[in-house]
């Protein structure tokens, strides 16, 4: 089974955008769901994090900025992201497990999820 990461793309400064990860087959209220983002050549950065009982943990980074959410399909999640910033560019990924928020570790290995998306690209620039 294989995440699709989608809604990546280029936003201007201030924009929006919402990033959406769909798993096939999987009933993500069962599972926890994360959300990463890389830039190539830098470490993975942990963004958000739906924890089982639906309530989101975020990085300081993103606070007040982004919201991760469950859709109303029981395989799509969301990341909303506003009032973006150039810092936020970077390759995003979903990942879902059935451990904790906690396990949710940027030096976590993608093979040691039970799910792991093939990333969206996010541009913020003018």
């Known amino acids: 089974v294989q995440l699709q990461a989608s809604g990546g793309g280029l936003a201007e400064p201030g924009g929006s955008l919402r990033l959406s990860c769909t798993a096939p087959g999987i009933t993500l209220p069962y599972y926890v769901i994360g959300w990463f983002r890389q830039v190539p050549g830098q470490a993975r950065e942990g963004v958000a994090c739906?924890?089982?009982?639906?309530?989101?943990d975020y990085a300081d980074s993103v606070k007040g900025r982004f919201t991760a959410a469950r859709g109303n399909a029981e395989n799509t999640v969301y990341l909303q992201m506003n009032s973006l910033k150039p810092e936020d560019t970077a390759v995003y990924y979903c990942?879902?497990?059935?451990?904790?928020?906690?396990?949710?570790?940027?030096?976590?290995?993608?093979?040691?999820?039970?799910?792991w998306g093939q990333g969206t690209q996010v541009t913020v620039s003018s």
């Open positions: 990942a879902v497990d059935s451990l904790s928020c906690y396990y949710f570790t940027p030096n976590r290995s993608p093979s040691e999820f039970n799910f």
């Open positions: 739906i924890n089982a009982d639906g309530n989101p």
